[in-house]
């Protein structure tokens, strides 16, 4: 059996695709691409495996052999166990393509590691990526790591031609975002931003219907993630609550990736922005109880003109809310 995970995608791969009825088409088989067949996969990732007939599911659906993608999770907090508990239900799935397996993990914290050890598919526990970046056995990465630590991160990954899904904000800053890009421009890895937004049902539905141009001139846009949770005083100090290590970009960093990326798609490219920052929480616990400065912006509004394509040259107004 062989399997060619990635043929280097489209530059639009990775989009949701609108148009699903063609989800349960049996996928042709043999030395055959079969592109078809997956909601969000990339339309031209393309499969390949050894003829063999198809095992048919009790629903009728003609199922395929799912080929292992074996995976190495750097970043063993929040939403690397989140990765890791993601592919444990992936079996779910009838008539997927692949099966991830996380194989590694690299975590500088023996207890975040340790989390791991419930997934029986690990085999590696590092304390440093660099392992991982090195392991020929392993097909894709998954960096889930603060802020600070993105720009070494992505810029190794990139140079050692791994293939990686990588969480946003693909930097602590734009200085870094650019070399970020550059590094990716110039390597042969196949990467993408870990923002699952554009995938919810309610965000497919409202993409499709603004890009149908169903909505006519549009008169304004209001992109929000009214999510509260940095705006609880009693939260402890975190690396995400401090500008070294979360950024100047603050909340931005956190939520505005989910605010920006449907109307982005849509093309609704801001010409101006106002920004309305606000530090709502100015000290929180440390780690002993007593409180510690928290210097990073808690709340956002940003107040843009986008140039009209549909009634120039009119500037519509739109408000990104984190
Ligand atoms: N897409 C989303 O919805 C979403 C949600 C939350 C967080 N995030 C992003 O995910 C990333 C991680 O956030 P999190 O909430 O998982 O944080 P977290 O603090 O829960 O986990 C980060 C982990 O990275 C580890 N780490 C630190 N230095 C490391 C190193 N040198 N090598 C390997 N691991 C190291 C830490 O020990 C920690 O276990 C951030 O970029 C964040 O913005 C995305």
């Given at each position: 059996m062989s399997c060619r995970r990635y043929r280097r995608?489209?530059?639009?791969?990775?989009?949701?695709?609108?148009?699903?009825d063609d989800r349960r088409r049996p996928p042709v088989f043999g030395e055959q691409a079969f592109p078809q067949g997956n909601e969000g996969l990339p339309a031209d990732i393309t499969m390949r495996v050894a003829a063999r007939p198809p095992a048919v599911h009790e629903t009728g659906v003609i199922m395929t052999a799912p080929q292992p993608v074996r995976i190495g999770v750097v970043g063993a907090g929040?939403?690397?166990?989140?990765?890791?508990?993601?592919?444990?239900?992936?079996s779910q799935l009838v008539d997927h393509p692949v099966l991830p397996e996380v194989v590694a993990v690299a975590d500088p914290q023996p207890a975040a590691r340790d989390w791991f050890r419930r997934v029986a598919s690990v085999q590696t526990f590092a304390d440093d990526w660099r392992p991982l970046l090195d392991d020929d056995s392993i097909d894709v990465l998954y960096l889930a790591v603060p802020h600070h630590l993105h720009e070494d991160l992505y810029i190794a990954a990139a140079d050692a031609g791994k293939d990686y899904l990588a969480e946003k904000p693909f930097g602590i800053d734009a200085t870094a975002a650019d070399r970020i890009a550059a590094a990716i421009s110039g390597s042969d890895s196949f990467v993408r931003v870990s923002s699952e937004f554009p995938f919810f049902p309610g965000a497919l539905r409202a993409y499709a219907y603004a890009a149908s141009g169903a909505l006519g001139d549009i008169l304004e846009v209001r992109s929000q993630f009214a999510h509260s949770s940095?705006?609880?005083r009693s939260k402890?100090?975190?690396?995400?609550?401090?500008?070294?290590?979360?950024?100047?970009?603050?909340v931005m960093g956190d939520l505005g990736l989910h605010v920006a990326h449907v109307p982005l798609r849509l093309g609704y490219r801001p010409a101006t922005v106002y920004a309305m920052l606000d530090n709502v929480v100015t000290q929180r616990p440390g780690a002993d109880g007593s409180l510690v400065d928290c210097d990073t912006w808690d709340n956002a509004l940003l107040a843009c003109r986008v140039p009209s394509t549909t009634d120039e040259p009119r500037r519509f107004s739109m408000l990104w809310e984190t």
């Open positions: 995608p489209a530059p639009d791969a990775g989009l949701p695709r609108e148009d699903d929040l939403m690397g166990r989140e990765l890791a508990a993601v592919c444990g239900r992936w940095d705006l609880d402890p100090i975190n690396w995400k609550r401090r500008v070294e290590t979360c950024g100047r970009i603050g």
